[in-house]
């Protein structure tokens, strides 16, 4: 889910950043999100299992 929400948000900073950060800056937002999105799953299943 942060992985959709950096990709939106890389795609605004890459239309406003314009030139080749157009293309540059959504996938950098998609993985810095996606990095989030597992370590907040790592994060949440750990505290299920109690570890």
Do not use: E, T, Y
């Not at 990709?7 to 950060?21: E, K, Q, R």
């Amino acid at each position: 889910m942060i992985c959709c929400l950096g990709l939106v948000i890389g795609a605004a900073v890459g239309l406003w950043l314009g030139g080749p950060w157009v293309f540059v800056a959504p996938a950098v937002g998609f993985v810095g999100g996606l990095f989030l999105d597992q370590h907040v799953m790592r994060f949440i299943s750990a505290r299920k299992r109690g570890v």
